[in-house]
């Protein structure tokens, strides 16, 4: 007996140690709650700016409208007034007044400053309201792939404004008071206000003048060609900075079109990190600087810029016929050297130097180029492309990669190869946050970085010029501006679907750049699905000319000559 006593003892014992120093804490909070009210404080979010400082994402003051339903004394009339107020269902406010089954309601989010002000004139019991922040994006549809949007609770969920979410984000604040058990405030209530933090602003690289013009740009090629969209992206070769980066169709980020999630998925995609296509004949910029960089090696299977292929329309690799677009008939296309393979972009050239290298030396050079592997882009979904495994290559497969066919890139992969094909040979991850500004207003960079180096200067400048002369002389011609060094390369790819190919489906494509021989900008050009004409050279490459010679004129950059 005494034993059972004392275990029963020793029980309670158990329970208040635990109730007092395990549970304690816990409890004191729930007891204090009950006494007290607390109205959040939204924290607003950071900005969004331009390399210039230019304000892309911002916040607006707007208001949250709570209810306490125990707190309310006249429910008809609070329901019949907030209804009103703020187009709401009357009978629905009044069912959740006297449902009493939570202590407190959400009546409304994101309400204008005037809409509150009629709501004080009221004077409502158990009717509170506190300050949130609703995004507020500048100028509307330009960069809505790459900012993104936020929840209507202010987390961001797509491009940026997700990626970015954790420096963006502030912490919220609120005002607390105590009320007696059903949450009517007291009479000598305390008040204890916690002041919000606001979130950093994000600058990004962005040129917002550049932005607007390649998005002019690209909507009326869109328009021109009936195209099923376009995408674009203009970045600093000397660095990988993304200047620009548009994808057309789009939405306004100010009227998100939360409602209809077929065409919010279709219209928010960011399509040139994204998606991936067969890129054509723009990939022959990575073969010939695989073939240049290999004879300034010594590589006997390499060929010299002065090296004269011959005219054969057709290769003949594992059996499989590999055609050049061309029928040759013009005679421009008989003896070339790979200066002008490239101005005719000769398919059969470019077979011949994929065969002549050889699978692992090709195949070294496609790693270094980023191809099959993600470039890094601070930027969620990026694809990988589509490169076909080195242990699997047949020769008829490495025939058509040295041409653009049998591979598969994404727009952001193809431009920071180029890049690093003419910038002198160096690939930098390209980056689109510039600097975080913290709230103290010191500024924390985010600085280039160098990833592989898969040329050397001479053959990048030896490249380089040779894409010159495309623009001067070859495909490129409709992206030629008097006064200014050019270079580019023009692509025209057919679609596949279900394995064959799409009759009348084509993706046009062009890359560009300028000064030829210092690279400062370079733009790609898609055109997916254009209507009637459908070659690159023109198609894409006019559009390119049109933001270079935007660019000029924004930045004010003098002639060459």
Not at 439 to 468: C, H, I, Q, T
């Amino acid at each position: 007996m005494g034993l059972a006593i004392a275990f029963i003892f020793c029980l309670i014992f158990a329970r208040l140690l635990y109730v007092q120093v395990v549970w304690g804490s816990e409890l004191k909070y729930r007891a204090a709650d009950q006494w007290n009210r607390e109205i959040p404080i939204i924290a607003a979010r950071g900005v969004i700016s331009d390399r210039n400082g230019e304000i892309l994402a911002g916040n607006k003051t707007t208001y949250s409208v709570f209810l306490r339903p125990n707190a309310v004394k006249d429910a008809e009339y609070t329901a019949t007034v907030l209804g009103g107020l703020f187009s709401l269902d009357t009978e629905t406010i009044l069912k959740k007044i006297s449902g009493g089954k939570v202590s407190e309601i959400t009546v409304a989010r994101q309400v204008s400053r005037e809409s509150v002000e009629k709501l004080v004139s009221y004077d409502l019991p158990g009717v509170y309201y506190s300050r949130d922040n609703t995004r507020q994006y500048t100028y509307n549809d330009a960069l809505c792939q790459v900012l993104g949007f936020t929840s209507n609770d202010g987390l961001g969920l797509s491009g940026i404004e997700k990626y970015y979410d954790n420096i963006l984000s502030g912490t919220d604040g609120e005002i607390s008071y105590t009320t007696d058990i059903v949450g009517i405030e007291t009479e000598n209530s305390v008040v204890v206000y916690h002041e919000a933090t606001a979130g950093n602003e994000i600058r990004l690289t962005i040129d917002i003048d550049i932005q607007l013009a390649a998005e002019e740009a690209m909507k009326s090629a869109y328009a021109a060609n009936n195209a099923k969209s376009v995408s674009c992206v203009v970045l600093n070769p000397q660095n990988f900075d993304i200047l620009a980066m548009v994808n057309y169709p789009s939405y306004d980020l100010n009227e998100v079109p939360r409602d209809d999630k077929e065409t919010l998925n279709a219209q928010s995609r960011n399509s040139v990190v994204c998606d991936i296509y067969e890129p054509g004949s723009t990939f022959k910029i990575v073969t010939a600087a695989a073939n240049i960089e290999e004879y300034l090696r010594g590589n006997k299977n390499a060929y010299s810029d002065s090296y004269i292929f011959n005219g054969s329309r057709t290769r003949t690799v594992d059996g499989t016929k590999i055609k050049c677009w061309s029928d040759h008939s013009n005679g421009k296309h008989s003896n070339q050297t790979l200066a002008e393979a490239l101005n005719n972009s000769c398919n059969p050239c470019f077979t011949d130097i994929a065969l002549s290298l050889g699978t692992d030396t090709f195949y070294n050079y496609l790693n270094a180029f980023g191809f099959g592997n993600v470039t890094g882009l601070d930027f969620g979904g990026e694809a990988l492309g589509m490169l076909v495994p080195q242990s699997l290559v047949r020769g008829c497969d490495l025939a058509r990669i040295g041409f653009g066919q049998t591979v598969a890139v994404t727009g952001i992969q193809l431009a920071c190869a180029a890049a690093a094909a003419v910038n002198g040979g160096n690939y930098y991850t390209p980056r689109l946050l510039d600097s975080v500004i913290l709230k103290d207003g010191k500024r924390e960079s985010n600085a280039p970085v160098l990833k592989y180096k898969p040329l050397s200067e001479k053959a990048s400048s030896m490249l380089a010029s040779m894409l010159e002369g495309v623009v001067t002389e070859g495909s490129g011609k409709k992206a030629y501006i008097e006064g200014y060094k050019v270079g580019g390369k023009t692509g025209t790819a057919q679609k596949y679907e279900d394995g064959h190919v799409a009759s009348g489906k084509y993706v046009s494509s062009f890359v560009g750049f300028f000064p030829a021989d210092k690279p400062q900008y370079l733009a790609l050009i898609i055109v997916d699905e254009p209507q009637g004409t459908y070659y690159g050279s023109t198609v894409a490459a006019p559009v390119a000319k049109e933001i270079f010679e935007d660019i000029i004129r924004i930045k004010n950059i003098q002639p060459y000559v």
